[in-house]
């Protein structure tokens, strides 16, 4: 599964994949454009906000999802462990910039934690609950992705000993928080 062309489609799919905006259509299927209220992000806490509960638990589920799948084959597959950035750059970019939606998405908090999940996954266990109570605690969707990506650092860095595995976690980290940063003002106000 080394060959070249494995890559090109591995990444056009990740692409084609992150273009998929799963707020925009759990959001439409209620009969909300998620785009038009609140923070006009179509991530799980403006759809929470704006649709509903159950909505943003399917948002936060399948937006994790679409990460996981940039990096969790690799554990299944015969790739390199290249694969695995490649596919976390190209999901992310589909997610930043979707096909599907203009070329307008999401700041992708829940996709780069689900794509953590493959290059730490013992850290990603250990981030999630402490994430989720923070951002329950706080209702700061931002910072509780810092917090979960910091603790998955830590974590996943003491548990697993990888050096590529911290790298990945610090570029996806560093990835989206320039998004969010640049999309949105977080840093002053909940999303």
């Not at 799919?13 to 009969?31: E, M, N, P, T, W």
């Not at 999901?91 to 910039?97: D, E, N, R, S």
């Amino acid at each position: 599964m080394n060959e070249p062309w494995f890559y090109v489609v591995w990444a056009i799919g990740a692409y084609l994949l992150g273009s998929v905006s799963i707020g925009d259509v759990v959001s439409r299927v209620s009969g909300v454009d998620i785009r038009k209220v609140g923070s006009g992000n179509p991530g799980t806490a403006n759809v929470y906000r704006q649709v509903g509960k159950k909505s943003a638990i399917a948002v936060f589920v399948l937006d994790l999802a679409k990460g996981a799948a940039a990096t969790v084959p690799l554990y299944f597959l015969d790739l390199s462990v290249w694969a695995g950035l490649l596919g976390t750059g190209a999901v992310l970019a589909g997610h930043f910039f979707p096909l599907f939606w203009g070329f307008k998405g999401g700041t992708g908090m829940m996709v780069g934690v689900g794509a953590t999940i493959g290059f730490l996954p013992l850290g990603a266990m250990i981030a999630v609950p402490f994430g989720a109570a923070y951002a329950m605690r706080t209702k700061d969707m931002a910072r509780a992705g810092v917090a979960f990506f910091l603790v998955t650092l830590i974590a996943g860095g003491l548990v697993h000993q990888s050096v590529f595995g911290a790298v990945a976690v610090v570029l996806i980290t560093l990835t989206v928080g320039v998004k969010s940063f640049l999309q949105y003002d977080h840093w002053r106000q909940p999303t």
